[in-house]
């Protein structure tokens, strides 16, 4: 199925992503139906696309009559069946829960015309085992967008393990008519690509905090006005959400082992007094009067080339599992989090051997298996792969 023949589309849960992703699919033009467990959450979310189409009307984005027939194109119900009886594609946003997540999916399947898509917008669940609920696994996928949807240009597309490439193709194409970039993950790992870099940054700016290495504020001083990234590590996980950080940290240890051994004390706390951060006002930061602000006296606290270590060495076990290529690992690193640069490209401007020293040096010095260099790393290295230098790196 061409991206085109998609007219009409059930959104499954229509919560802070849901709603987002029903706006997107109605301003592209398709139909779409909205699914949750009450009315009153999809009187909300209905409440909250027109606000945010009366937002884009205001600033000249959209036309007006445009926001008004996106309106028109949004529907809502409790029932599956309605919900899916016609559908080409279903995208899924329910909570971050397996089983409740393969029971949509049964329901979805038992419901939606054969020829249809189902989709996940999981940020960490087997895509294989959705699929698995399902007649239709060849049929099922990840999209995983970013919040929110209607700003964040970025979707990770994943191929679960039985997933056909023509659905894959389908939901690349469709997210390009939305207005985003997908990029495709061929194998449904843990984390998918932008989530699994930055647990990687991540963690080697907690354990450093956790040896007092640096300050927090010295080390997202550093991050943010030594290295040029838009948030400091500590910032960002606030700004997330750190009972997500904490979560997708844990998935990430299960499904990788040592190499995301997580720094349990500095994290765990925090989530357990539910400080989450910005969304409960208070997390490593103060968010009760804002952002919070972010000296410039220490940008020279905590050595940035740490976290481009370990984020290249990410994109290289990426590389090695084949779960996508440097150039889509690049691109959703700068558009799901706007990075300066992608991992695989800093490596060819700076080096892939000054890279794998820094890895060598950091795996020398504290015997972590995050700083142990991937096997890709080093043989690119033997082989004279240095990057933009020698001709030839990532790319
Ligand atoms: N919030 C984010 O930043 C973000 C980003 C990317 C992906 N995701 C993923 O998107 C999914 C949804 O996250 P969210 O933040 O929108 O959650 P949310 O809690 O804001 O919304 C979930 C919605 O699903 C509804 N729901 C629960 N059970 C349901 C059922 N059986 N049938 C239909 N609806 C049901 C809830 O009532 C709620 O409205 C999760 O898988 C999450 O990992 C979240």
């Not at 085992?129 to 007649?135: F, I, L, P, R």
């Not at 401007?349 to 950091?362: F, P, W």
């Not at 504290?366 to 790319?395: A, H, Q, S, W």
Request: aromatic content about 10%; glycine content about 8%.
């Amino acid at each position: 199925m061409s991206a085109e023949k998609i007219k009409k589309a059930a959104v499954i849960g229509s919560g802070a992503m849901g709603h987002g992703i029903a706006e997107l699919l109605a301003m592209s033009g398709i139909e779409v139906t909205m699914v949750d467990i009450n009315d009153e959450f999809l009187a909300k979310a209905m409440e909250k696309i027109k606000w945010s189409l009366d937002k884009f009307v205001e600033k000249k984005r959209i036309r007006r009559e445009d926001a008004d027939s996106a309106l028109l194109r949004i529907h809502t119900t409790t029932s599956y069946e309605q919900a899916a009886k016609d559908i080409d594609l279903a995208i899924e946003a329910v909570p971050e829960n397996m089983d409740l997540k393969r029971k949509v999916f049964s329901t979805l399947d038992s419901f939606a015309p054969t020829h249809a898509i189902l989709a996940s917008n999981t940020s960490t669940l087997s895509i294989t085992e959705m699929g698995q609920a399902t007649k239709r696994p060849d049929k099922v996928a990840g999209m995983h967008f970013f919040n929110p949807p209607h700003s964040m240009a970025l979707v990770e597309v994943i191929k679960g393990e039985n997933t056909n490439q023509e659905t894959i193709t389908t939901l690349a194409e469709l997210s390009k008519k939305l207005g985003k970039t997908p990029i495709i993950v061929r194998k449904d790992v843990r984390g998918f690509i932008v989530n699994r870099i930055l647990g990687a940054v991540f963690n080697e700016a907690f354990w450093a905090y956790q040896r007092k290495e640096a300050t927090m504020e010295g080390i997202d001083s550093s991050v943010k006005y030594t290295g040029g990234f838009p948030m400091g590590w500590f910032e960002l996980g606030d700004f997330g959400g750190l009972d997500i950080a904490y979560e997708v940290g844990n998935i990430l240890y299960q499904a990788y082992g040592e190499r995301f051994k997580p720094c349990a004390e500095v994290i765990e706390p925090l989530v357990k007094e539910k400080k989450f951060g910005q969304k409960t006002g208070v997390g490593f930061y103060d968010w009760t009067k804002g952002r919070p602000r972010i000296s410039f006296n220490l940008l020279d606290e905590y050595d940035v080339e740490r976290s481009w270590a370990v984020a290249v060495n990410e994109a290289a076990w990426i590389i090695h599992d084949d779960a996508a290529n440097p150039a889509d690992i690049d691109m959703g690193m700068k558009l799901g989090t706007y990075w300066p640069s992608g991992p695989c490209e800093y490596a060819d401007r700076t080096g892939l051997d000054v890279v794998l020293n820094k890895l060598k040096e950091l795996y020398a010095k504290y015997n972590m298996e995050m700083y142990k260099p991937c096997p890709i790393l080093e043989d690119y290295v033997t082989k004279g792969y240095l990057g933009k230098k020698t001709g030839r790196g990532f790319y």
